[in-house]
């Protein structure tokens, strides 16, 4: 039930875009995203839920393809502090539990 | 208002030792959801305890335990440690489960030698 992460790894300039997804092999019930720095925790950016509603960073967004069971995560305009470990969790529908992918390492360089 | 805390931030064991891990969750959130991370394999999902019960597992050996208070804090315990059980172990709290935004604790390293 591990939710597919790509790309696995990506570098950026800043100022560049770029392009997470992440998909299930079961239909979804929702997509979570989180980003983790460093050391740190994982914070989170924003939640889709089947039906539409989103709920998030405000300079983030996302797709939610419930037929495709994927979704996307756009960083337009990257900054330094965009850099981290990206990771998608996913709830199935009917199994309420959120499992996450193996992440995406982003790079923001200057 | 307070973060999600964990107790203890690093340990170190032995191999065949237990160890038990603590999370106090956000004031009023009923959901504690543990996760170890280890490089590689990105966050595995243990447990989620709701109100005292544990309403979902995920693919691990019995050796990991779980158990929730009345006043929503958890405890994790990992019997006969081995090698392999070395990870960051994360806890997340949210009002109602996996619908809800998740706040992550910072993590106890453990190190099992």
């Known amino acids: 039930q591990q939710p597919v992460q790509s790309p696995q790894a990506v570098i950026l300039r800043e100022g560049e875009d770029a392009v997470i997804n992440c998909s299930s092999s079961?239909?979804?019930?929702?997509v979570h995203w989180y980003r983790q720095k460093h050391g740190e925790a994982p914070v989170f950016l924003m939640i889709?839920?089947?039906?539409?509603e989103q709920k998030g960073h405000e300079k983030i967004s996302a797709s939610f393809n419930e037929k495709k069971q994927q979704s996307s995560l756009y960083l337009t305009a990257s900054q330094l502090s965009y850099s981290g470990t990206y990771f998608c969790g996913t709830e199935n529908t009917g199994f309420q539990k959120l499992v996450f992918g193996t992440g995406t390492r982003l790079l923001v360089s200057p | 208002k307070a973060g999600v805390t964990q107790t203890p931030r690093y340990l170190i064991k032995t191999r065949g030792q237990q160890v038990t891990l603590s999370c106090s969750p956000i004031s009023g959130h009923r959901s504690v959801s543990w996760y170890q991370q280890t490089p590689g394999q990105g966050l595995q999902f243990l447990f989620e305890y709701f109100s005292e019960t544990q309403r979902n597992k995920g693919n691990f050996p019995g050796r990991f335990s779980g158990r929730q208070f009345s006043n929503s804090r958890s405890e994790m315990n990992v019997s006969t440690l081995e090698l392999g059980d070395s990870a960051l172990y994360l806890c997340?709290?949210?009002?109602?489960?996996?619908?809800?935004?998740?706040?992550f604790g910072p993590g106890t390293r453990l190190t099992v030698l």
């Open positions: 997340a709290s949210s009002r109602a489960g996996a619908q809800d935004t998740q706040y």
């Open positions: 079961k239909a979804l019930y929702s």
């Open positions: 889709l839920l089947k039906g539409g």
